[in-house]
């Protein structure tokens, strides 16, 4: 795969028109757009087909955790914008992601799963009732949505290796919490460098503010494609 086909570029902004300057800057630089909650809630599935009519590719995270039926439906739908991932709680459970994995089959879009956020640490999770070690929770839900029949799954830089161990080469990870050498943390706690996380395993790199806050993200997403390239 070319590196830059790697790169996620994660849509976090108001409303469709600053979406579409971002997009117009960046298409044929990286390899899909992501829209999250935010924009989706602002600028709605029109604007996605808008996208992926245009011929882009349109990772859309939405995070579904519902009753399997629901799901199941809901992720129907968003195979049927043509969306290229599309993704879930593995927390909703086996049957949860065993509809949405039959949703997608037979569509272009494939299902990711998150195992436990990043903004959690153990104690929330304890809050919550949840008494494993992160690592050993990420470990489990990673496989359950391997049997399920996910595709793949979000992941933390420091969660792909032991994702990937358990999991085998096949399975996607997705990664977040990309932060070149030099640039602004922002608010990820546990970044790793693009060149890091593809070294220990993952499929595709999802970035946002470290391209879209720049003067210049077509420069800033060059720069991060040629770091890939010599990793
Ligand atoms: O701007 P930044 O590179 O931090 O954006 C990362 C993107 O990945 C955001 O859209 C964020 O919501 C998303 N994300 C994340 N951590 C997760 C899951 C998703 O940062 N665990």
Do not use: W
């Amino acid at each position: 795969m070319n590196p830059r086909d790697r790169l996620i570029v994660a849509l976090d902004v108001p409303g469709a028109d600053p979406a579409r300057a971002l997009v117009g800057r960046l298409a044929g630089r990286v390899g899909m757009f992501k829209v999250g909650q935010q924009l989706f809630t602002a600028a709605g599935p029109a604007f996605v087909r808008e996208l992926t009519s245009a011929g882009h590719g349109v990772f859309l995270d939405l995070k579904y955790h519902d009753i399997p039926n629901t799901v199941e439906h809901a992720v129907a739908a968003a195979a049927t914008l043509g969306t290229r991932l599309v993704n879930v709680h593995a927390l909703g459970g086996r049957a949860m992601i065993a509809g949405a994995a039959k949703s997608c089959a037979g569509s272009g879009t494939k299902l990711l799963a998150v195992t436990i956020l990043t903004s959690h640490d153990a104690a929330s999770l304890r809050e919550i009732g949840l008494p494993m070690a992160i690592p050993d929770a990420v470990r489990h839900l990673a496989r359950l949505a391997q049997h399920a029949g996910a595709d793949g799954v979000v992941a933390s830089p420091e969660e792909i290796a032991l994702i990937r161990a358990e999991c085998g080469p096949g399975f996607l990870i997705v990664t977040p919490g990309i932060r070149p050498a030099g640039a602004a943390r922002d608010d990820q706690a546990r970044a790793a460098t693009p060149a890091a996380a593809l070294r220990a395993g993952a499929d595709y790199l999802v970035i946002g503010r470290p391209i879209t806050a720049g003067a210049d993200p077509a420069a800033s997403a060059d720069a991060i494609a040629a770091e890939l390239d010599q990793a």
